[in-house]
């Protein structure tokens, strides 16, 4: 089907411009799957409709035949003004191929999916020594100065009471390769790796003694510190360990998954990023609990007393469901993941 004549259609308007498919073209792609569609201009984007395949599988009484579905181009995103069904661009591609998120992934990428590829970051590099000997590091590496925790010594006592504090046991801290600097740019801070596939890709450092130090100034303190051009809601904490499962355990940070145990992971915040749901439809997991804090089922945007943003738990899991069975476990207003001790949560998710 051509476009109408009416849309003066360029070649960047045709594509997904929210940047992580350049290379996918909305247009060839309905057209090679005989799908039938109309096109509106909208100011910097465009926007194509089709019928909802959906709908009566989502309770219509008949099947969508007036193009309620709409595709916005710029965001990849879709939503059916006839059932209500939307998300993500993956999830369109997977229902009208037919395919897997993986598979639908490198249709949109014309590719096969790469889970480092969102980090915008090479995970080792090359150098040479003066005699022109190769020798490939690792790019990311931890703070100058850092120590592993040690059941067997007392050195870090410090750390080790933030740890306490915080009713993290130091067993779990040494199984999963937390340390601490004492001095150097990361003085007084616990140091929380992450690794994905056994590669080091992200680190955090959290300030133990939770305030601004003397010599430092309110400007620039910062309670966390992270590698610079690391986007930590691009990787999963604890991914390496909680793969393994067959539930997964969606948590906010690393203090909470700890809590949960080594199904857990975290997402560094409360939002899902394509990125993380990549890697965790890698996984062996058939199912995953979302137990972020309150405010994540609060912070929905309304208007007309519609809702026109749905709150953040809702959007991770309809970006979920297209992989996984969903489930939420909804906390107390006031009350944190991380305030429970090891294994309350676990019996939380339980019920």
């Known amino acids: 089907?051509?476009?109408?004549?009416?849309?003066?259609?360029?070649?960047?308007?045709?594509?997904?411009?929210?940047?992580?498919?350049?290379?996918?073209?909305?247009?060839?792609?309905?057209?090679?799957?005989?799908?039938k569609y109309s096109a509106r201009d909208s100011d910097d984007h465009i926007e194509y409709s089709t019928n909802c395949p959906k709908c009566v599988e989502r309770g219509e009484k008949r099947p969508d035949s007036k193009g309620r579905l709409w595709?916005?181009?710029?965001?990849?995103?879709?939503?059916?003004?006839?059932?209500?069904?939307?998300g993500p661009l993956v999830r369109l591609v997977q229902q009208f191929s037919n395919a897997s998120y993986e598979s639908a992934l490198k249709i949109l990428r014309g590719k096969s999916p790469n889970p480092f590829e969102h980090l915008n970051f090479s995970l080792h590099q090359t150098v040479y020594d003066d005699d022109d000997i190769e020798e490939v590091?690792?790019?990311?590496?931890?703070?100058?100065?850092?120590?592993?925790?040690?059941?067997?010594?007392?050195?870090?006592?410090?750390?080790?009471?933030?740890l306490d504090y915080r009713g993290i046991p130091?067993?779990?801290?040494?199984s999963h390769g937390w340390g601490y600097t004492e001095s150097g740019y990361m003085h007084h801070r616990i140091i929380v790796p992450t690794y994905i596939n056994d590669d080091l890709v992200y680190w955090q450092g959290r300030d133990v003694l939770e305030s601004a130090h003397p010599d430092w100034g309110t400007d620039t303190y910062r309670k966390v510190r992270n590698p610079k051009g690391i986007s930590a809601n691009k990787v999963l904490y604890n991914y390496d360990n909680a793969k393994h499962f067959n539930e997964i355990v969606i948590?906010?940070?690393?203090?909470?998954?700890?809590?949960v145990g080594d199904n857990a992971v975290a997402t560094?915040?409360?939002?899902?990023?394509?990125?993380q749901?990549?890697?965790?439809?890698?996984?062996?997991?058939?199912?995953?609990?979302?137990?972020?804090?309150?405010?994540?089922?609060?912070?929905?945007v309304?208007?007309?007393?519609?809702?026109?943003?749905?709150?953040?738990?809702?959007?991770?899991?309809?970006?979920?469901?297209?992989c996984f069975e969903v489930r939420h476990v909804r906390l107390p207003e006031g009350v944190d993941a991380g305030d429970y001790e090891v294994g309350e949560l676990r019996d939380l998710i339980a019920e």
């Open 1 to 35: 089907m051509s476009m109408p004549s009416y849309i003066n259609l360029d070649v960047k308007k045709s594509r997904v411009t929210d940047g992580r498919y350049p290379n996918f073209s909305l247009v060839e792609y309905l057209e090679q799957q005989n799908i």
């Open 71 to 86: 595709i916005n181009s710029k965001k990849g995103t879709f939503y059916c003004y006839n059932c209500q069904w939307n």
């Open 137 to 162: 590091v690792s790019a990311i590496e931890l703070p100058r100065g850092f120590k592993s925790f040690d059941e067997n010594h007392s050195d870090g006592e410090l750390y080790r009471a933030y």
């Open 170 to 174: 130091l067993k779990y801290a040494v």
């Open 251 to 259: 948590c906010e940070g690393f203090i909470d998954a700890c809590k």
């Open 268 to 275: 560094n915040g409360k939002h899902l990023h394509p990125a």
């Open 277 to 300: 749901m990549e890697l965790l439809s890698k996984t062996d997991a058939e199912g995953v609990v979302i137990i972020w804090d309150y405010d994540a089922y609060e912070d929905a």
């Open 302 to 322: 309304y208007e007309g007393g519609r809702i026109k943003k749905k709150c953040s738990a809702e959007r991770a899991a309809d970006m979920l469901r297209s």
